[in-house]
T-cell receptor
């Protein structure tokens, strides 16, 4: 069984829609929870991170962590065509290495 | 801004060739990583290094080796390239012990082995 399972997608939504991206994990040692965004032909870049259960908001993006259920989500409000990318969830222990989900490709249509 | 650069964006090599992929970071990061990214398989860690001349195997080290002679440079070597090593290769770096452990990625090298 994989340590991280990410909703596979792809997702296609109209501009302005609310998007929900989800990952589950099985490793209780994961302490840091991150979302990376990867545009086509580019490397991933950090979008949001958190280390506690609950919600963290940054503009149109909200990261949600439920440690008891081992479940994290990224919500995008008022989605824009520029949000079209692959989104990767990532998890760290204290050892400095990351475990990544497989990614969900999102397309926001004008 | 942290910058991670990779020597080539696209490479085409033949089966059996020795291939060198270079990565340089400019932020004095201790940790450096090499991943490959394949559709449906996500990012898989090949090797990482937490200091000069130090290396550890990741999840899929077979067929690869690495070299870290200087802190800013981490090289991935394919000793004898095979077609199943056709992939996107991503280098990353981060600060050892940073609270977020965020990794900074390079733009990737798309390697095709014919």
């Amino acid at each position: 069984q994989k340590e991280v399972e990410q909703d596979p997608g792809p997702l296609s939504v109209p501009e302005g829609a609310i998007v929900s991206l989800n990952c589950t994990y099985s490793n209780s040692a994961f302490q840091y929870f991150m979302w990376y965004r990867q545009y086509s032909r580019k490397g991933p870049e950090l979008l949001m991170y958190t280390y506690s259960s609950g919600n963290k908001e940054d503009g149109r993006f909200t990261a949600q962590v439920d440690k008891s259920s081992k479940y994290i989500s990224l919500f995008i409000r008022d989605s824009q065509p520029s949000d079209s990318a692959t989104y990767l969830c990532a998890f760290n222990t204290n050892a400095g290495k990351s475990t990544f989900g497989d990614g969900t490709t999102l397309t926001v249509k004008p | 801004d942290v910058k991670v650069t990779q020597s080539s964006r696209y490479l085409v090599k033949r089966t059996g060739e020795k291939v060198f992929l270079e990565c340089v970071q400019d932020m004095d990061h201790e940790n450096m990583f090499w991943y490959r990214q394949d559709p449906g398989l996500g990012l898989r860690l090949i090797y990482f290094s937490y200091d000069v001349k130090m290396k550890e195997k990741g999840d899929i080290p077979e067929g690869y080796s690495v070299s870290r002679e200087k802190k800013e440079r981490f090289s991935l070597i394919l000793e004898s390239a095979s077609t199943n090593q056709t992939s996107m290769y991503l280098c990353a770096s981060n600060i050892q012990g940073a609270s977020t452990d965020t990794q900074y990625f390079g733009p990737g090298t798309r390697l095709t082995v014919l």
